[in-house]
């Protein structure tokens, strides 16, 4: 079945640091590739997404990186802030029937100052 | 800025009782999603709803499970006869077309007794 996997599980740095994620997907036939942020108790909200006609994205000190060969993306977050803290999930979408996002574990970040 | 808002933000309920958990979609959005979050776990698809019917359905959502847009603008998740494993973080969440954002809503969570 679809599924997508995704590592490390934790992450700790250093303020200023670097951060990257990966994730990898299963189903061929994804072709939009969504990242959330996850405050303690709060909604899933939507950092950057890519899609797959597009190998790489960025908005300020995110960016998204796409290879549809390997079926494998990652986030990259840099000069980490204290407030870059939270659980980050990566999700990927099949437009074959609908929208459904299969969601990665998680990757709970901790970044300290 | 519009948003997903969902009630009750927690419901407490007893085992084999029905619990209908409610949802107010952005107004515009015509995709319509119930995903479902276990503590400390990552966010599962339960059901998508475009067209006024599912349109796809996960091996969560079986028999004890309906979905129903009684109007033009609530959208509700209902479970007939809860049991302790229904225990979960609850979210809506909405969009208006493919492969594009799905904003969440708060959540509701449910905690079956």
């Known amino acids: 079945g679809e599924n997508v996997e995704q590592h490390p599980s934790t992450l700790s740095v250093q303020e200023g640091d670097s951060a990257v994620i990966k994730c990898t997907y299963s189903?061929?036939?994804?072709?939009?590739f969504p990242w959330y942020k996850q405050e303690l108790g709060k909604r899933p909200q939507l950092i950057i997404d890519?899609?797959?006609?597009?190998g790489e994205k960025k908005d300020q000190r995110i960016a998204v990186t796409l290879n549809k060969t390997a079926k494998h993306f990652s986030l990259h977050i840099t000069e980490t802030q204290p407030e870059d803290s939270a659980v980050y999930f990566c999700?990927?979408?099949?437009?074959?029937?609908?929208?459904?996002?299969?969601f990665g574990t998680g990757t709970r970040l901790q970044v300290f100052p | 800025e519009p948003e997903v808002t969902q009630t009750p933000s927690h419901q407490v309920t007893q085992m084999g009782q029905e619990v209908i958990l409610r949802c107010v979609p952005i107004s515009n959005h015509l995709y319509f999603y119930w995903y479902r979050q276990i503590l400390g776990q990552k966010v599962e698809f339960l059901v998508s709803f475009y067209n006024n019917e599912i349109s796809e359905k996960s091996e969560i959502f079986d028999d004890q499970f309906s979905v129903e847009r009684p109007d033009g603008s609530n959208f509700t998740l209902k479970i007939r006869s809860t049991k302790l494993e229904d225990s979960a973080m609850y979210f809506c969440?909405?969009?208006?077309?493919?492969?594009?954002?799905?904003?969440f809503g708060q959540g509701t969570r449910l905690t079956v007794v």
């Open positions: 189903d061929s036939a994804s072709n939009y």
């Open positions: 999700a990927a979408s099949s437009s074959y029937n609908t929208d459904k996002l299969i």
């Open positions: 890519i899609r797959s006609n597009v």
């Open positions: 969440a909405s969009s208006d077309g493919r492969n594009t954002e799905a904003f």
